[in-house]
């Protein structure tokens, strides 16, 4: 399986600054360990995942990078 890493071109949208956040392989990683465990867990429904899979998200972000910036949000800014 070939490993693919995020990249930033650092330019910026027309609408203004750029949001956008470069992640990390680890934190990509503990991203995809933690929608693991959520779908062990039965947080996954037939459309995507049950109320307060976001949070579940954060604390086990949080639990793997103590003192991090990374924040749930659900929509696509």
Do not use: C
Not at 65 to 75: E, N, Q, Y
């Amino acid at each position: 399986m070939e490993s693919s890493i995020s990249t930033d071109t650092g330019k910026k949208s027309d609408k203004g600054s750029s949001s956008r956040r470069v992640w990390t392989f680890q934190e990509e990683q503990a991203l995809v360990n933690g929608l693991k465990e959520l779908v062990v867990r039965g947080y996954k429904v037939d459309n995507g995942f049950k109320a307060g899979y976001v949070g579940f998200l954060e604390s086990w972000l949080m639990n793997a990078f103590p003192g991090t910036d990374l924040k749930g949000d659900p929509h696509i800014n």
